[in-house]
């Protein structure tokens, strides 16, 4: 069974302060693609990075960057300086390769609020 | 850039009304979900579909039913509106390809009274 962990329900932090959004999954396919997505208070949820399980890279987007290991099936999100616009829930997400019907599965999210 | 429109960004319904939510992507994308989203649950899949009259169900389908007449459009029907069913509904779409991304629309917040 495929599942995705985000034990963090909710974190609170002060403007500029680093914050690191948990994420742990299993699956035992070998091939196989993990998400992060920000939902504002808009509603509307936003792709911010798509990961394939043979990279495991870490990647730096601006403020952003993501700590993939297989070693530990974790894909950690750290935003760095963190600030007001950044309050969201975050969504880690993951999807096997193959099949036409591309189902995503979810984990239950982490609020993160920044304080100014 | 890739849009995906709900009709409703809010909806209020009487319990036992029959609820349409529709949904638009104007991307040509094959595969189109319904999910719906509830505090501590995450977002939960309940139909998807992958091509014209083609439909699955998805984790929770009970008490929904949908509907792609047409490849841009999927449309999401509560037959009996009930207050279980109060909650965001997501709508999302997303090609054929390798990227898997989806891409989701605004969300209708459904509230069944």
């Known amino acids: 069974a495929q599942k995705v962990t985000q034990a963090q329900t909710e974190i609170s932090v002060v403007e500029k302060e680093d914050v690191t959004l948990d994420c742990v999954y299993e699956?035992?396919?070998?091939?196989?693609?993990l998400f992060w997505y920000k939902q504002p208070p808009s509603g509307e949820l936003v792709f911010l990075i798509r990961?394939?399980?043979?990279?495991?890279q870490n990647e730096i987007s601006g403020r952003y960057s993501w700590n993939f290991q297989k070693s530990t099936s974790s894909f950690n999100f750290t935003i760095t300086a963190s600030q007001v616009v950044d309050s969201a829930v975050y969504f880690c997400?993951?999807?096997?390769?193959?099949?036409?019907?591309?189902?995503?599965?979810f984990g239950t999210g982490t609020l993160l609020a920044v304080q100014p | 850039d890739v849009k995906v429109t709900q009709s409703s960004r809010y909806l209020v319904k009487r319990t036992g009304e029959k609820v349409f939510l529709e949904c638009v992507q104007d991307?040509?994308?094959?595969?189109m979900f319904w999910y719906r989203q509830d505090p501590g649950l995450g977002l939960r899949l309940i139909y998807f579909?992958?091509?014209?009259?083609?439909?699955e169900k998805g984790d929770i389908p009970e008490g929904y039913s949908v509907s792609r007449e047409k490849k841009e459009r999927f449309s999401l029907i509560l037959e009996s509106a009930s207050t279980n069913q109060t909650s965001m509904y997501l709508c999302?779409?997303?090609?054929?390809?390798?990227?898997?991304?989806?891409?989701f629309g605004p969300g209708t917040r459904l509230t069944v009274t």
């Open positions: 997400a993951l999807i096997m390769e193959g099949g036409a019907t591309n189902k995503l599965i």
């Open positions: 699956t035992r396919d070998t091939t196989y693609y």
């Open positions: 991307m040509d994308h094959e595969n």
């Open positions: 990961r394939n399980s043979f990279d495991e």
């Open positions: 999302a779409s997303t090609g054929a390809g390798e990227s898997y991304e989806q891409y």
């Open positions: 579909s992958y091509d014209v009259k083609m439909k």
